[in-house]
Nanobody, 122 residues
Framework: QVQLVESGGGWVQAGGSLNLSCVASGFTFNTYAMAWFRQAPGKDRALVGAISWNENTNYARAVKGRFTISRDNAKNTVYLRMNSLKPEDTAAYYC????????????????WGQGTQVTVSS
């Protein structure tokens, strides 16, 4: 069965860094676009960054220049490197897989992980 398992979340002070990982199984990883979304309490789930099967990337304006999405197809893993973290980056972060290329809304993705919490203190 399909599984997406995120790790790497936690607590960090503003200005710090975190690395998120998502290990995928149960589908042909190297043919899927992968993405990271985030959801803060009371807010909609929103795209953070996405990477196509051939490593084209797209980022939300709020994180561009601070966050980097990457993938290792040999390890069925997608990463999110987060630098210069701000309190407004606090959210649950979700890994997602989409079989139709990069999409900008949750509806474009077929599979989801359970989420990992990122908390940034000021």
């Amino acid at each position: 069965q399909v599984q997406l398992v995120e790790s790497g979340g936690g607590w960090v002070q503003a200005g710090g860094s975190l690395n998120l990982s998502c290990v995928a199984s149960g589908f042909t990883f190297n043919t899927y676009a992968m993405a990271w979304f985030r959801q803060a309490p009371g807010k909609d789930r929103a795209l953070v960054g996405a990477i196509s099967w051939n490593e084209n990337t797209n980022y939300a304006r709020a994180v561009k220049g601070r966050f980097t999405i990457s993938r290792d197809n040999a390890k069925n893993t997608v990463y999110l490197r987060m630098n210069s973290l701000k309190p407004e980056d606090t959210a649950a972060y979700y890994c997602a897989a989409g079989g139709n290329g990069i999409g900008y809304t949750p509806a474009a993705y077929d599979y989801w992980g359970q989420g990992t919490q990122v908390t940034v203190s000021s």
